[in-house]
C-alpha cells in the first residue's frame, strides 16, 4: 500500500493537470458512471491529500474521494489526446492538459462536504499537513498499552504511516517496536513525530523512499543511493548501521524489521 507522501505527492502532480478547468469524467469500466455524472464537466478547485485519503473538490460543491488501497493506481497521458483506457478504468478525468485513469481503488466515489468530514473524524493528524495538530497524536500515543509498532500503523492515531516509514522511525530513534506507547517518555514520542514529518517530506520530495542519511553510507560524489542501501532495517538482512542480523516481528499484521542493537527492548 502507498504510503502518505505517495498520495501527496500524486496531489501535487495532478493539481497542475486538473485544478481550474472543466474536467470531462466518465467511467469507462462503468463501475463509476453514475458518481462521474455528477460532477462531470464541472471546475475542479482543488486536490487535497490527508494520509493516505485524496478528496477533489468540485465548483458545484461536490467533493470526491478516493482511497487507492494495495491496488489502485493512476494512469497519466499528458496532451490533449485521449489514449484508448487499459485495463478496468474505474474513473477517468481528462483536460486539455492530461488525461488521468484510476483503475482498481478501495474506494473511488462522489459525496459532500459532510462524507469528507466523516472520514477526517475517523483519522488521526497527517504529519505531512501543514495544519497537523502534532500534540493530538502524541496524546493518542501516550495513553496506549499498545506496542509502537502497531500504534504507528493505525490511522486513528495518525495518518500516511506504512511498514517501511514505521519501522525506519523507530530505528532512528532507537526505540524498540515492542515498546508501548505508555512505556515512552512524551519527550521521545514528539521525537517519533518529527521523524516522521521529515521522513514524509522528503519522501515527497524524492517521490521515492530513501531514510538513510548520506553520511551513513560514504558515498561517492554525486552517486545517487541505490534501492537496498535506502532503509537501515526495513526489508533488509543486517542493520546499515551497525551490521547486526535485523529481526522481524509481527505488528498489526505484517513484520516490523528491527535492529535488536540499535533498539534494545
Ligand atoms: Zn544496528
Redesign the pocket.
Known amino acids: 500500500m502507498p504510503e502518505g507522501h505517495t498520495i501527496h505527492r500524486i496531489a501535487n502532480d495532478h493539481t497542475p493537470l486538473l485544478v481550474g478547468m472543466p474536467v470531462r469524467v466518465s467511467s469507462p469500466q462503468g463501475r463509476f458512471e453514475a458518481d462521474a455524472a455528477r460532477v462531470d464537466g464541472q471546475v475542479l478547485d482543488k486536490i487535497e491529500a490527508y494520509g493516505k485519503h485524496l478528496f477533489y473538490w468540485w465548483a458545484n460543491g461536490d467533493v470526491g474521494h478516493v482511497h487507492l488501497g494495495l491496488f489502485g493506481k493512476f494512469r497519466v497521458a499528458k496532451g490533449p489526446d485521449a489514449p484508448d483506457p487499459v485495463g478496468l478504468v474505474r474513473m477517468r478525468m481528462r483536460t486539455d492538459a492530461a488525461t488521468i485513469d484510476l483503475a482498481g481503488p478501495t474506494d473511488c466515489t462522489i459525496g459532500t462536504p459532510d462524507d469528507r468530514a466523516k472520514i477526517l473524524a475517523r483519522l488521526g493528524p497527517d504529519p505531512l499537513r501543514r495544519d497537523a495538530k502534532p500534540q493530538v497524536a502524541i496524546d493518542k500515543m501516550a495513553k496506549s498499552k499498545q506496542p509502537l509498532g502497531a500504534i504507528l500503523l493505525d490511522q486513528k492515531v495518525l495518518c500516511g504511516i506504512g511498514n517501511v516509514y514505521r519501522a525506519e522511525a523507530l530505528f532512528v530513534n532507537g526505540i524498540h517496536p515492542l515498546r508501548t506507547g505508555t512505556g515512552t517518555d512524551p519527550v521521545e514520542l514528539m521525537a517519533l513525530w518529527t521523524t516522521m514529518v521529515a521522513m514524509l517530506r522528503k519522501g515527497v520530495k524524492d517521490n521515492r523512499i530513501v531514510t538513510v542519511e548520506a553520511r551513513d553510507l560514504d558515498l561517492p560524489r554525486g552517486r545517487r543511493i541505490r534501492r537496498g542501501e535506502a532503509t537501515y532495517v526495513y526489508h533488509r538482512d543486517r542493520?546499515l548501521?551497525?551490521g547486526?542480523a535485523i529481526q522481524t516481528v509481527a505488528l498489526a499484521g505484517r513484520p516490523c524489521y528491527f535492529?535488536p542493537?540499535?533498539q534494545p527492548q
Open positions: 542493520c548501521r551497525c547486526t535492529c542493537t540499535c
